[in-house]
């Protein structure tokens, strides 16, 4: 089931074939990149996806203040509860951090980004190619119950 998140995430890439630049196409790593890491806390479903900047369309990055660049990584968290067009975002407070294989610890700041009734959090990360980050994304809602998101995605040259 395709979801307001997901609508989000593959209407960026379908507005970068609107944007007016030459539609290229997407590598299998950068797809690969760009899956979904879920969890429920209670009955709340929080996703992340991280994609490379360089994906966007130029209108997308414009609207959101994203630069599109090949060594930039945007990450994308997004809380619902509820189904299909019945869901509803939930606030949060979300720290997030991203690891190197050297043990290289960043942070990331996300900041709110809405979208119609809809509310994100987005924030972006400067990459050396290649290369393999882990990311740790700690999640406390409002009522006080939290869950921590760890994945790991590579990042290659295109």
């Given at each position: 089931?395709?979801?307001?998140?997901?609508?989000?995430?593959?209407?960026?890439?379908?507005?970068?074939?609107?944007?007016g630049?030459?539609?290229?196409?997407?590598?299998?790593?950068?797809?690969?990149?760009?899956?979904?890491?879920?969890?429920?806390?209670?009955?709340?479903?929080?996703?992340?996806?991280?994609m490379?900047?360089?994906?966007?369309?130029?209108?997308?990055?414009?609207?959101y203040?994203?630069?599109?660049?090949?060594?930039?990584?945007?990450?994308?968290?997004?809380?619902?509860?509820?189904?299909?067009?019945?869901?509803?975002?939930?606030?949060?407070?979300?720290?997030?951090?991203?690891?190197d294989l050297?043990?290289?610890?960043?942070?990331?700041?996300?900041?709110?980004?809405?979208?119609?009734?809809?509310?994100?959090?987005?924030?972006?990360?400067?990459?050396?190619?290649?290369?393999?980050?882990?990311?740790?994304?700690?999640?406390?809602?409002?009522?006080?119950?939290?869950?921590?998101?760890?994945?790991?995605?590579?990042?290659?040259?295109?």
């Amino acid at each position: 089931m395709r979801t307001p998140f997901f609508s989000m995430v593959l209407g960026m890439g379908l507005l970068s074939a609107c944007s007016g630049e030459p539609a290229a196409p997407v590598p299998a790593a950068t797809m690969a990149e760009s899956q979904d890491t879920i969890v429920t806390i209670g009955d709340v479903t929080a996703r992340a996806t991280v994609m490379p900047t360089a994906t966007l369309g130029s209108l997308v990055a414009e609207k959101y203040g994203i630069r599109r660049a090949d060594d930039q990584v945007m990450l994308l968290v997004g809380l619902r509860r509820g189904e299909g067009s019945a869901e509803v975002s939930v606030p949060a407070r979300i720290v997030a951090t991203a690891s190197d294989l050297r043990g290289g610890r960043r942070p990331i700041e996300l900041r709110e980004l809405s979208s119609g009734d809809l509310m994100d959090y987005v924030g972006t990360l400067q990459v050396s190619l290649p290369d393999t980050l882990k990311f740790e994304v700690d999640i406390t809602l409002e009522d006080g119950a939290r869950k921590t998101m760890q994945f790991t995605r590579d990042f290659q040259p295109q």
